[in-house]
């Protein structure tokens, strides 16, 4: 069970993510589903996991870190751009 830290952890690393897949959306015209495949592959591969194993609901803190260690180069062009 997550505490109040470990989900408010989760909630930022999706705020870090999903922004990126949403750009994608937009940016090349493919479905959210593809998009967000695509999203949660790349973050697999920069996490060093599984994409089976690439659930942000399930991250403990540490990997919610380094969820935004990745996504933090990409997270304010997507944005600015999202906004558009």
Partial sequence: MANAELRTA????HSYLDPLWRYK????????SNARKSAYQWLA?????KVDDC???EFNLEQCQEVLKHCR???SNAMSKLKD
Avoid: N, T
């Fill in 10 to 13: 989760r909630a930022k690393a």
């Fill in 25 to 32: 959306v937009k940016k090349e015209a493919v479905s959210a």
């Fill in 45 to 49: 591969d920069q996490m060093k996991l």
């Fill in 55 to 57: 659930h942000i609901g």
């Fill in 73 to 75: 180069p990409y997270i």
